[in-house]
């Protein structure tokens, strides 16, 4: 069965640093997501991208945060200059339409 | 803004019926999603079912949706201890999904 595959599952990074988290949507979908997950809080989404740009973002999705489909099959989530409240889990999704969106195993990222 | 809550624990008994309740704000949400996550893994898609209609079966799962109401059920006939999880509720009326805060059901054998 088609998934979508998350790399690396563990990313400890410092303060300061970018970090590039990266997925592989499942290969006939269209519409690709970023979520986050907090320790203990809810699942929030981050972003939405759909035919090569943004078609949604979220308040957390700022200046810091930036998206990109670098070729046909890899779709990534850069963090220019982490800080300690970044560390979460971080889920990518994919969909064909605009539902049915499907969820990596997701990447824990630790900022120190 | 959109909201979506969820009871934080339940216990059940194998074979038991499991229902796990969700209400939510937004009455623009026009799907209403079931997701599912077991220990270190993802999310995974159970069901959903569309704003206008009442009842949605799948095999052992049943949801019930109470638009009147804004609440949303999932139902588990015949509980396993592999139904143990963490499971989300969540809407939208576009890409965008608004989660609930889960509810983690323990299945004692």
């Known amino acids: 069965e088609p998934e979508v595959t998350q790399t690396p599952s563990h990313q400890v990074t410092q303060m300061g640093q970018e970090v590039i988290l990266r997925c592989v949507p499942i290969?006939?979908?269209?519409?690709f997501y970023w979520y986050r997950q907090i320790l203990g809080q809810k699942v929030e989404f981050l972003v939405s991208f759909y035919n090569n740009e943004i078609s949604e973002k979220s308040e957390i999705f700022d200046d810091q945060f930036s998206v990109e489909r670098p070729d046909g099959s890899n779709f990534t989530l850069k963090i220019r200059s982490t800080k300690l409240e970044d560390s979460a889990m971080y889920f990518c999704?994919?969909?064909?339409?605009?539902?049915?969106?499907?969820f990596g195993q997701g990447t824990r990222l630790t900022v120190v | 803004g959109e909201d979506v809550e969820q009871s934080l624990f339940l216990s059940v008994r194998e074979g038991d019926s499991s229902v796990i309740n969700c209400t939510y704000t937004?009455?623009?949400?026009?799907?209403l999603y079931w997701y599912k996550q077991e220990p270190g893994a993802g999310l995974q898609l159970l069901t959903y079912i569309f704003s206008n209609m009442d009842m949605k079966q799948d095999q052992r799962l049943t949801v019930l949706l109470n638009k009147k109401d804004k609440h949303l059920s999932l139902r588990i006939a015949d509980t396993q201890t592999g139904d143990s999880a963490i499971y989300f509720c969540a809407g939208g009326a576009t890409n965008k999904l608004i989660f609930g805060t889960g509810t983690l059901l323990a299945v004692q054998p």
């Open positions: 937004d009455s623009s949400s026009t799907y």
């Open positions: 999704a994919s969909s064909r339409g605009t539902l049915e969106a499907f």
């Open positions: 290969s006939n979908h269209l519409y």
